[in-house]
């Protein structure tokens, strides 16, 4: 699975432009050998990630909902 192969992961954000979810990004930095400064240096970075993530999701979310509402518009050809 894509959550547990950063290279994956990073290479279906490149082609689909979809973020990973947060929860595969903090197991990938688990499963990964990391020196204890790098881990904390990658943990910084994910809290961000967290924080960003939720805030894109929330707006995502907003934007849907209205276009959900929205009746559909007739296309006059």
Known sequence: ???????????????????PNPVHVRDMIIRARLT???????????????????EAQSLAQGILQQLVNEPPQKIHQ
């Open 1 to 19: 699975m894509y959550h547990y192969q950063p290279a994956l992961a990073l290479e279906e954000l490149q082609d689909d432009a979809t973020l």
């Open 36 to 54: 204890p400064s790098h881990a904390m240096e990658l943990n910084h970075k994910f809290q961000e990630y967290l924080q960003v993530f939720g």
